[in-house]
Each structure stands twice: as structure tokens, then as C-alpha cells.
């Protein structure tokens, strides 16, 4: 593999990457193209494992788990690998315990909490009011969306302490937006919101469980199979793990006559600089945003695109699956949906019924945002007594009888440090919006953040990856795209150019295909480090 | 140097490093203090340089520039070096030209623009509300002033939109925010602002040149000069420029018996992880916000440190320096203060004269916020001619007859990344300000992010080092300290003391100097890339 040449290199084997090389192959077989994973395995943020249950061992997520029928990117690679779905279980009594430990503990049917007549005036006005924004709003171009820059000078917080008049709702969003992205509402751009919530389909879709929602089906086998069927079609030689990419160069060779500088020379220079790249995260040629901040380029990325990378801040997230000998919570007529103010004693924020579909029964759990915050820096031994009080109080004394407690911190993952996504923080749209999608020389940036549907989601991951795809295939094999995916990427490119350009008058046209060179000074862990150079041949011509 | 021990290594060797160096060792002259840069000059964000003007050639200053007399630390520097400040220069008329291009170009006097009666009631009354409010802020503790969690969640955009009524003044308030931060008020926090002002002593104190404001003198022979200076006292031999820190390692090693484990054999596990440390910032014990973010740490930092330091974004600024055969803007009854509203046509956000001690006649100007996004993807050659055209649109043909235009971009200074300042977005307070000042284990912070006096300014640079000094010698070299220090530090120790803490069962006692390690992989640019590591031996002591 050393000095080996690919035409397309994958940085990243979660969704979007595996997604990517997937169909570059698919439509162009010929392509040679690598996979480059920092961890140990494939499937990014979606993480399933086994673990003791009542019937024996079974699978769970602990990662992202849900899809819904409106997610055509995610359903349909579900369909064509043969994968099964099955609904999110939701029959019976949800449990709502918000204002504080010292209040009344409520259970309701349906998918709206028993709000008090004022609070659900205040939440049908809310609710149509942030519709109505969100469906204004074009993902595409959210600046070009009525008042986007006054919405983008807000967070959210600010836009529901003005629209908001209960304390209740506001308590109720509070929690939503915590499960949603692992946030506090005063952490967030309010039209990055509308934007997220339009790439959706609409803000309750973000929440709920019914059909077409984010919370629908879940997957049989876990999530994780999807990236590693993925990596079976791309072919597991070509997808290489504990292999973190720490740099991407794009060496530019000036040359008045095409090829008077060998590749080779060209590299020399700087091969000693190889040995200290930086360890840290990978990402290139379809990156998902949340890591490729900590990479190093040569020559560097637009301004533009090196300040929305700093400052895309990611949810800090704590999920939780605690096994049981039976589904003791459906008996006693409760669906296992748990909805909780963050507290001293509670640290989940809502809970699901998690039962496998070989029937071993269980609860998935989320600590989030602000309770992520301060209970992930306790020992996980104090959370966990935590949780199950927390689960005894709200379902009954058989909570405490529990098989298994698993609890995985995201923001503890290398190469992601938070989960589920990462958003923007107000002010990011208005000024650096237009590099989010904008490919740098020839790397492409893909990742669930650059969705335009169901961003933040495996189906945007999905999305975000065949995209990158098409514009690689457009510049490397444009006979194998039909003229619409041709149109679309051409489109893609049009949207995506800057009226100025900082490279100034360099031009690429020689189509020279990306070299990779593994660094082999780390051998120890079996592991490479890898830097990309992406060898680009100016050919300056004189008039 | 190679294996040599030290007691303390100070990462940077800008203003706040050096400090730190200096009254380390002012306070005990045994310690063996190492100073890391990376760059291969001292001085950090501010920058001297040498240019031709009308006497022949003289120095202006590309980074920070102006101090003030109520700039305490920064002053008493000044004066115990022996170098002397000069006035800004403030006679004549100040040219105003907000509204746009087509608006009418106005001058005044005075400090403050010649408005309407209108926009100067309102300008009144915001200045009234925000300078109450700043003065109810606690600097040491945000979350302790009224409104707090109110004011975090918010913008300051939010703010403006909800307390200002004229267009003329929020545009107004935008230009000071470019020109103080390099940022927009939608990308910073209410409540930071409120809190930076508190630390200046008042918001209008921000803007001034007045006595006592943050514009009032500036340093002859340029303001690297005291880090220069610094670097002399600390001895040259001491502080180390082309190299790099990569990665903070503090091992622990856990021993029953004292020393039952060598220091030695303790390493070498991790020795050949070494040559992969990432090649990005420095920064450890008095480290700069700025660049901390990069940086590898083993073990971890707490997840609230971690968060904070990957979202505070850094202002985005370009300064430029033009200098003329004459002062003829004086000569016309101009001060050379110009404020301009971002538009097509015109770059600079304000310029200011820059004419020395020598009296060679110069003008500098600052490309901030929304414009620097703008135009710093531009051609020099399109912005220097923008900026002279504008010149010559506000001061006269004279303009153009220019001898030398210079410019400094800040985000493509390595280990910046941007100027003046890394502000807080909404939210970081609120969630992550505990962790601005706690020492994670043996690393101590500083940099001018970290200050409670002029945070942000050279001063609070120098406040920042001198306090992680203290808390270093209050730890290694007690004696040396008055008890006044030792009370001082102890609060510190105290006040950023979690109630929980991960670090669980360590303990630090044993008193073992600090290691640092030279990685000899890169010594081809002459440079070392520096992994530190601190040694701590834990004792474990059963009962």
C-alpha cells in the first residue's frame, strides 16, 4: 500500500465515507479508491454491541439508532442490503416529570404531555409559528431564507424567551432540544435551528415517533451493520482501520512545461515534515465535520472554512441501555418513554423501551447537554445508581432488578468528542455558510453536517456522501453519470464557487490522481498514520 | 537540553509567558525555567516591524499597539523597563461616513460623533443600560451577576436588536465591535461582552483614547519590545523560538513504594508515540487560549476544558500600515481617525495616525469582522488600492502619494489563527467558565483570554502570566512567597476547585520536577517539536 496510487481516497469509514466509496465503485468500477478509518472499526457515530440479556446474549445501539420512513437516503440502502426495521414500541403511558424533583410526576397517551389549557395555547402558537419559519427557510441556502441574518444573530434561546410565555414550554423545549442535539437551546443559532428542523421535513419530526419521524423503526442487528455491509461491498482491503489521516497536502507543482517536476521532487522537500503530523483526527475527500478541525492542511483552507470548522461546536451526549428479565414497565401498562428536568438526583433526560426484537427486553436511555455536562465528570458507578433511582421512581421497585448497565460518553470517542452532531452557534451562516459544501482543490467535504436532508441523522450521513460522490465522479469519470447526476453535480459546483478566490491564479487542469503515502514511524500499534498528498500539476500557460 | 530537567516549562513566549518566566524567576532565582515557542520570533500577537518612511526607515507595530494608563500590569512593565509611551494623536477632525457609500462623509471633534438628537438619546441610554450592567458583573465569577444564565444564552446582536432603536446607532455599535474584537455582535455573548467591559473597567473605555481608555499611549520603539525585554531577563538561553509544543503528557505513575518505578521505565511505553505527536500549537503551564485547542494532552482534559477551548472563536482582523512624506492630514486639520461602514468600495473599519516619535508620518488601519471575511480572500494588491482610494475619499488626493503600504493578516499568523482576541459564544459561560483558570493537574493557564484586568490587552496578558506564576509558586516554591501571594493563590486554588472531579483517586504529592523530553525527529529547520511531559509520581497510601 505504501506509495501505492488511488484515484479517490475516503477519509472516515462511517456513513458518509463507506457511502461514498460505495458508490463511486458502483458507478465506476475502475476507480481505484482507499478508505482511510482512525478507529479500530467501521460505522462512525452508530456503535451497536452485545450484552447479556434474558434470553442470552443480544444487540444493542449505542450509537445512533433510529430511522423513519421518510429518510430515503437510510431506508433505501436498508431495502437494497436486505436489512429488516421494526417500530419503535410506544403503546401505553409515557412518563412527564418536568418543573423540578418536586413536582407531581405525570403520565400521558398520545404524543403531546397533558399541558395545562394555557401551556397548550402557548405551544400550538409556538409550534405553528417555528413551521412556519422552518418551512421559509431553504436548506440549500439559508441565507437566502426571509430575516436570516436576524435569526442568525439569535440563539435559539433568545428567540423562545421572546415567543415563549410559559415557564412550562419553555422547560419542555429546553429538554427537546437537549435530546435532540445534546444542547442547551442558549447554544445554538435560532436559523441553524429552522435550517435543521427544514431539513427534516418540520420541527416535530425532530421529536416524535410516528410515522415519517426521526424516532420510528430501529434497525434489526444494530445500526452498525449498515456501515459494515457498506465496507463489505467497497471490499474490506480497501478500507483500512486504526489508520488516522493527521494531514491532507495538496502539492501544487508550477510547471511551464507539463511534467519538467517529477512528483517525486516534488514531494522531497518536505518528507521529513511527514514524521510530525499531527495525530490527531482524519477527514478528506468526504470528511465529516466533526473531526477534521484538528487536521493539518498545505497549503491552508480558506479562511472561511478553517473558522467554521473551529466553531461547530458537538453535542455532549451520554446514552445508556440497562437490560432487564422482562418488559416489567409494559405490564404495568407504561410504554417506557421517560421525559425528565434535569436535576441533582435525575440525571437522564428521556428514556425509550429498547426491547430486541428476539424479545430481550430493555430501556435506552439519554444523559444530555447541560446533564451531560455535570453528571459525566462523576464516577460511572454513581451515575448509574443514578439512573436506575431515577427508573425505580418513575416505573416501578422492579427497576432496580436490571441484568446490565452500559453506558457509552461520546465526547470521550476519538475522533468525534460529542454525539449526535455537531451545529452552529450564531453568526457561522451569515459569514462562512458558503464553504460548508464548497470543496477545497480536490478535497470534497461530505459528513452528516453538509446534509441538506436530515442533516445530523445516518440518512444525511448517507445523503452527504453520495453527493461528494457525484462531484468526484463529475471531474474523474463523468461518462459513468447520467446527464441528471452530471446537472446535479455541475449545479453542486456553481452554487459552491466563490466570487473571489484566494489561490489566485493557480488552475487545475492535469487530472493526476491522488497519491498516498503511509508514514511508517508509528509501527507499533499495527497502526499507520497517514498523510494525503494530493498531487495537483499546474500547467501555467503563457498568452 | 535533551533529557534535561526543568521545574517549570511556560509554553509561548508572548506577553503572558514571558511574565510568567520573569516572576518565576524574579521570585526564586533557583528554579530551572524553560520558555517553548513556536514561532520563531517572541512577542505573540504583537509584532514590530521595520518600514521606510520620510527620515529613513522606522518601526510600527503590525500587532497589538496601544496601552493606557489605568492598564496597570502593562504599565508597571513600561516603567520598570524604562521604556516610554507617547499619546495617540487625537487633534483635528475625526471623519465619520456610516450609512453606506452614498451616505454624506461627516467630521467632528470630540468623542463622539456628531449624531442627531435622536440617535444621541438613544446612544445615551444603551450606554447608560450597558455600562449598569457591565458594573453589576463580576469578572471572577460571570455566573454570580444578576440575569446571568439571561444574558449568556443571548448575543449581543440580540441585545442591540432589543435596546437599540435607531439603524444609525446599531450600525455604530457593529463598528465598534469589528474594530474592538474582530467581530460581529452577532458571534459574541451578552453576557462576554458585559464581562470584557467590566474587566476594562467600563465599555467606553473600550473605544477611547482617552486617559485611562485602552487607545490612550503608545510604546516607543513598538510593542514587542517588552517581550523582548522580558526575554533578556529571563535569559535568552532559557527561551527556546522555532519550537513547537506538540502534546502535554502528565504520566502518572502509580507506586506504592517511593519510587518503586523509575521515571525512565515509566516513559518508554509511550516513547515511539512521540514521533507522531501532532505537529499543531503549543501551550502548557501559562498557555494562550488561541492555540491550547490544537494540542494533544494525555490524559485528557476534563470535558468542560476541552469544550471551551474548541469553541472560542479568535476575531478576524487584518492591520495595515501606510506611512507618508508628510503628515498632511494634520496639516489639513484632520487627526487621521477615520470610522467607515463595511461596503464594497471601502476595506478598513477605522484607521488612526501612526506618525512616531520621529516623526515619520504613517496612518493605521484595521480590516475587521464581516469585512476582514470579505476582503481577505482578495488580492493585497485589490485591497491596498481600496484602501487608498478610500483614504483619498476621506483625507484628499494626498493620500495616494503613499511610500510603503503594509498589511498583517492575523488568521494566517501560525499559532493565532486570528487577532485580537478568542471571544465567548453563548452558552461557554454558563457551561464551561469553571474551566477557564483550573489548573488541570500540573498544566496552569494563562494567556490574555484568562485575565480579570483588560482581558484581551496586553495588559491582561501580563496579569494572566503573572497570576499562573504565583499559582505555580505557591505550589513548588512557597517560601519565596509573601503571604499576601500564598493567600492569593490559596483563593485561586480554592475558587476553581470542582465539587466533583475525574481525576478520582489521584492524588498529586510528591514534588518531582517536571521532564521535558526534545523529540529529535524534525531537526532539519534547526527547530525541535517539544512533547512535555510532567512526571507525577502518586503515592498511594493505604490505611
Known sequence: PDGAMFDVVVVGAGLSGLSAAELLLR????????????????????????????NGPDLWDLGGQWVGSSQTHVMNLIEELGIEVYPQY??????????????KVRTYTGSIPSFSPLVLLDFSLFLWKINRLSKSVSVEDPLSSPNALLYDSM????????????RELKEELGLCTRAVFGMEPSQMSFLYFLMY?????????????????????????????LSERLAERVGRECVRLGSPVTAIWQVTVQSGERGGVTEREALLPNVSWLLLAPISPPQIHTVSLSSAAKLHYQPALPAGRQRLMQCMPVGHMLKFIITYPTAFWREKGFSGEIVARPSKDCPLSATFDATTPKGNAALVGFIAGVQACDWSVKKKEERRDAVVSSLVKYLGPEASAYIQYVEKDWSEEEYNGGCPVNVMVPGMLTFYHPSLRSPCGRVYW??????????????????????????????????????????????????????????????????????????????SKSSHKWVIILIVVTVTEQD
Open 90 to 103: 410506544t403503546e401505553g403511558k409515557k412518563v412527564h416529570h418536568m418543573g423540578g424533583p418536586a413536582a
Open 155 to 166: 440563539t435559539l434561546a433568545s428567540f423562545v424567551e421572546k415567543n415563549i410565555w410559559t
Open 446 to 523: 461530505a459528513g452528516t453536517e453538509t446534509a441538506t436532508q436530515w442533516c445530523g441523522y445516518m440518512s444525511g450521513a448517507i445523503q452527504s456522501g453520495q453527493r461528494a460522490a457525484l462531484q468526484v465522479l463529475a471531474r474523474l469519470s463523468p461518462d459513468c453519470l447520467s446527464q441528471e447526476d452530471r446537472d446535479a453535480a455541475q449545479a453542486l459546483e456553481n452554487r459552491h464557487k466563490k466570487p473571489a478566490s484566494s489561490t489566485g491564479s493557480c488552475c487545475f487542469r492535469a487530472g493526476l490522481a491522488l497519491m498516498v503515502l503511509a508514514v511508517g514511524a508509528d509501527k
Open 27 to 54: 458507478r465506476d468500477a475502475r476507480l481505484r479508491v482507499l478508505v482511510l478509518e482512525g478507529k479500530g472499526r467501521v460505522g462512525g457515530r452508530t456503535l451497536t454491541q452485545e450484552l447479556p440479556a434474558a
Open 197 to 225: 428542523s427544514a431539513a427534516a421535513g418540520g420541527v416535530m419530526r425532530l421529536l416524535e415517533t410516528s410515522s415519517g419521524s426521526a424516532q420510528e423503526f430501529k434497525i434489526k442487528g444494530g445500526a452498525q451493520h
